[in-house]
């Protein structure tokens, strides 16, 4: 009943979704690009008109009242960025719990202009033994979908060659905001 909802405001709004993998019963889903606030409920639609029951991650200070209670009710888990290193452990932890999980991430982190990735999401999969589906939403064809599943390999440079030429003809709302996608410079040793 919700999908069939869900589907319909999407047709109204002149959406389609697209969903051309398997679904694997644990994976992380990443979502780019990732420019604007419409973003968010235009990925809640269509996620739950093609069936996926999944969670996602935003920044703490979003779970504050009077929304907090609602976001996690629908699946919305708070991190807290100067935590660094604990949500990556607690994430692994969670995956390794539970037999089913789909986490939703949206690696550039923001809705504005980023140098670089976030690479949570990859240690994530890679520490978990578990699948990235590379999720997009594009505003140039108003179509929102999961077409490539990618398993982390350990070479993470030669992983985000891939993501980047995934992406690489996906428009977000606001294009010129649209992050880089390549991993931060590293320091020498690193």
């Known amino acids: ?21 398997e679904q694997p019963k644990k994976y992380v889903l990443i979502g780019a690009p990732h420019t604007s606030n419409w ?6 639609l269509a996620l739950s008109c093609m069936g996926i029951k999944f969670n996602w991650v935003a920044k ?11 976001f996690r009710a629908i699946g919305g888990v708070s991190v807290d960025r100067s935590a660094g290193a604990s949500f990556l452990i607690k994430t692994i ?3 390794d719990q ?24 990859y240690t994530i999969a890679e520490k978990s033994g578990v699948p990235i589906a590379l999720g997009f939403i594009d505003y140039q064809r108003k179509c ?11 070479d993470i440079d030669k992983d985000f060659e891939i993501i980047r030429e995934f992406y690489s003809d996906k428009a977000g709302k606001f294009p010129a905001k649209q992050g880089a996608i390549r991993l931060k410079k590293r320091k020498k040793g690193d």
Request: net charge positive.
């Open 98 to 121: 539970s037999s089913r999980l789909i986490l939703a991430i949206a690696p550039e982190g923001t809705r504005g202009k980023t140098t670089h990735w976030k690479t949570g999401f």
């Open 93 to 95: 932890e969670l995956y």
């Open 39 to 44: 973003d968010f409920p235009l990925t809640l």
């Open 144 to 154: 929102i979908g999961i077409t490539k599943i990618l398993t982390p390999t350990g």
């Open 1 to 21: 009943m919700l999908a069939s909802i869900c589907c319909t405001l999407l047709k109204i709004f002149g959406w389609k979704t697209e969903l051309t993998i």
């Open 60 to 70: 703490h200070t979003l779970f504050k009242w009077p929304l907090g209670p609602l």
